[in-house]
């Protein structure tokens, strides 16, 4: 059994700063890419950002500059430090990995953790 569990989500002013992270626990062999994903209600699940085992990095457009991933391998753990928040990144936040383990390869989900910009 993987899980994998957030936190560091919470309410922040605009212009703030808040750090997610996300731990994956269970037997696992390799973990390949992991990111993270947000979604309003009612709307589709978007891509945030994204990093491979080797360290490589991609970002939506709207939190390039603003937001960033990294991962520490050895911890299977994944980091989303955002500043200069704004009231548009109000969503939940999903995180994601690719998970090599025994039964084979499959995605994964966290449960996701609320991030609320406001004043």
């Known amino acids: 059994q993987v899980q994998l569990v957030e936190s560091g989500g919470g309410l922040v002013q605009p212009g703030g700063s808040l750090r997610l992270s996300c731990a994956a626990s269970?037997?696992?062999?390799?973990?390949?890419?992991m990111a993270w994903y947000r979604q309003a209600p009612g709307k589709q699940r978007e891509l945030v950002a994204r990093?491979?085992?080797?360290?490589?990095?991609n970002y939506a457009d709207s939190v390039k500059g603003r937001f960033t991933i990294s991962r520490d391998n050895a911890k299977n753990t994944v980091y989303l430090q955002m500043n200069s928040l704004k009231p548009e990144d109000t969503d939940v936040y999903y995180c994601?990995?690719?998970?090599?383990?025994?039964?084979?390869?499959?995605?994964?989900w966290g449960q996701g953790t609320q991030v609320t910009v406001s004043s």
């Open positions: 269970g037997t696992i062999f390799i973990i390949y890419a």
């Open positions: 990093i491979t085992r080797g360290g490589s990095t």
């Open positions: 994601y990995a690719d998970i090599l383990r025994v039964g084979g390869r499959q995605d994964y």
